[in-house]
């Protein structure tokens, strides 16, 4: 199947089995595809200058996948696991054995990925793509290991890719036996409201996009809600 590229504004929304949605920044070109049974996110970041390439979640439906690489250029370096939660790694191995790309994942999941990690984050790391440099912001409460890339665009506002750890309208998931919501608020406020401005645009993995500034006023709620 070729993944085919709208010709109108990003939004942020995708659909399943529909196209990729293209973000085009001066130096970085992002390409937001859903996929698997579970609407999942997949983001795919081409460096402009140098044609390298990063994939955020290979969640699902490895030839999707594999023709959203193709549509950003020529190969794959690098793959991000945003966090070990099985619908985000469900095409991470056939992805990784047709492109030879690396793993990267927070260290605290990495022996949780069905492959071998080849680089394991710790909070305050980096992760590149050619010139483009993402900053790894560990999200602790709904997995151990949860991690967050910022790219603070030189010519913009920063961008920011948020896995399984915020949405609009709350932060993920902590319902589950190991997760823990007082740690995921508490990492989410300190680490990003209290870290980005409100044009921050975020990413999550899954469902639509929003900014730091629409999700803002209502943390207080959140943490009274406690979800």
């Known amino acids: 199947m070729t993944v085919t590229e709208p010709d109108d504004t990003y939004t942020g929304h995708v659909s399943a089995a529909g196209p990729a949605g293209v973000r085009e920044l001066p130096a970085l070109t ?43 250029g020529q190969g794959l370096e690098t793959v991000v696991t945003t966090h070990s939660h099985h619908d985000h790694v469900g095409a991470l191995a056939e992805v990784v054995a047709a492109t030879g790309a690396r793993t990267v994942a927070g260290a605290d999941d990495a022996d949780a990925l069905p492959v071998p990690v080849d680089v394991r984050l710790q909070h305050g790391d980096t992760v590149t793509a050619g010139d483009v440099t993402l900053d790894v912001v560990h999200l602790r409460g709904h997995t151990p290991g949860s991690v967050a890339l910022a790219y603070r665009d030189p010519a913009g506002h920063t961008h920011l890719f948020t896995g399984d750890s915020l949405f609009p309208g709350g932060v993920g998931n902590t319902k589950n036996p190991g997760q823990s919501f007082e740690s995921l608020i508490e990492d989410v406020t300190t680490r990003v409201f209290d870290v980005y401005d409100d044009d921050t645009w975020f990413y999550p993995g899954h469902g639509d996009d929003s900014t730091l500034g629409a999700e803002r006023p209502h943390l207080d709620e959140w943490r009274a809600r406690g979800w």
Do not use: C, H, M
């Open 30 to 72: 992002i390409r937001k595809l859903e996929v698997g049974g579970f609407g999942n996110n997949a983001y795919l970041l081409t460096s402009r200058a140098t044609g390298a390439q990063l994939l955020i979640d290979a969640a699902a439906e490895p030839d999707r996948l594999l023709d959203l690489v193709a549509a950003g």
